[in-house]
């Protein structure tokens, strides 16, 4: 009984990792990977793709989500964060549409999906002695200027591959953590 009792102990304390956290998060997610964001994204030809042959590729504007709309005040922002980038040194598509006032939108479209999965000992995990966690995924972000509902620059970016580990080890576990609040106790 006692040989029982301390192997269970003994898998409490240092196994079961699956009681740990773990998390997804899909954002818009049309494509499985960033090969097939990308992918998608080079049928897009500036200046015969229009608005409407977006949704078939998954950037629909409209009904995508994480897009955000873009005015020709928000372009100037986005290429000319500040005074010493003039309107001379963007591409001349980006120029055309800052002068376009109106006539031009930007539509700004971010994708991706990030996994982290805790591993190690529950208990040093909940007592805050030791965490430590991996983080995959992918992310993925276009930028897409529309003159008179034709696509007429675009611009992508992201991280093909998201690969990182955390190991954070607290020697007095929980006690760790109330350096946050002891000094708030002892004001």
């Known amino acids: ?7 269970l102990l003994t898998t409490v304390l240092c196994g079961c990792g699956g009681l740990l956290p773990r998390s997804d998060q899909s954002v818009n997610v049309t494509w499985k990977s960033f090969d097939e964001a990308k992918a998608a994204f080079d049928r897009i030809q500036p200046g015969f793709t229009s608005v ?21 005040l928000d372009v100037i922002k986005y290429f000319m964060p500040n005074q010493s980038i ?9 120029q055309a549409c800052i002068r376009a006032r109106n006539a031009c939108r930007g539509f700004r479209m971010s994708a991706g999906e990030t996994h982290s999965k805790r591993h190690g000992s529950v ?36 991280q093909p591959k998201l690969d990182g580990r955390t190991d954070r080890r607290n020697p007095l576990g929980p006690l760790q953590s109330m350096d946050d609040v002891l000094p708030a106790v002892v004001q």
């Open 1 to 7: 009984m006692r040989q029982l009792t301390l192997g």
């Open 52 to 72: 409407s042959d977006l949704e078939p590729l998954g950037f629909d504007p409209y009904t995508s989500p994480n897009t955000t709309i873009l005015t020709y």
């Open 86 to 94: 003039r309107l001379d040194d963007l591409d001349p598509a980006v």
């Open 123 to 158: 208990v040093l995990d909940l007592f805050n002695f030791r965490r430590r966690a991996t983080q995959s995924g992918w992310q993925f972000t276009a930028l897409l200027l529309a003159h008179d509902d034709r696509i007429t620059y675009k611009l992508w970016g992201g």
